[in-house]
């Protein structure tokens, strides 16, 4: 099972290809591992419709690439600034959109569960996350961007959570 994380933005775009492999030796409980993440940004000096029409091409190039059966997407939170919150909306309907094209699955999830999934405690901060994504998941040291490491633990909060629809 290929699960493509997402943690959506119009500016920064965390996304991570997530697989389930078997263990070195044939035997014992299959793991998740980090096939493709990457930190996806737009320039503010484009136009909006731009930004969205390259984060809907990379998604696209990406789902074609590497073949994922669902998207991990996580939902919207709201902030007190609402012009940021509606674009990240949009954003994320461009998302959703090419996912649904390519006949992926779609699978959201709040900040508490994402939370929970990874750190088993729904108030855990940025650090903490990025710290047991660290732990759970063997990922390239030199990935720091949080971004990229929320879109990783996006993708294994759908594993943990859709374990008997899912896998």
Do not use: W
Request: with cysteine.
């Amino acid at each position: 099972m290929r699960i493509l994380g997402i943690d959506p933005g119009f500016e920064r775009l965390g996304i991570a290809v997530v697989e389930k492999v078997a263990s070195a030796r044939g035997f014992g409980v299959p793991k998740e591992a980090v096939i493709f993440s990457e930190c996806f940004k737009t320039s503010a000096k484009l136009e909006f419709s731009e930004r969205l029409r390259l984060i809907g091409d990379e998604v696209r190039k990406i789902i074609k690439q590497h073949k994922p059966e669902v998207l991990a997407i996580e939902t919207l939170f709201l902030n007190t600034n609402q012009k940021t919150v509606m674009h990240v909306a949009e954003a994320r309907g461009v998302l959703i959109y090419e996912a649904s094209c390519a006949g992926l699955e779609i699978f959201e999830a709040s900040p508490p569960q994402i939370k929970i999934a990874t750190t088993g405690y729904g108030r855990s901060d940025k650090t903490q996350i990025m710290k047991m994504v660290r732990i759970l998941v063997k990922i390239d040291e030199e990935k720091t961007s949080d971004d990229e490491l929320d879109a990783v633990a996006i993708a294994l909060t759908a594993f943990a959570h859709n374990r008997s629809t899912l896998i």
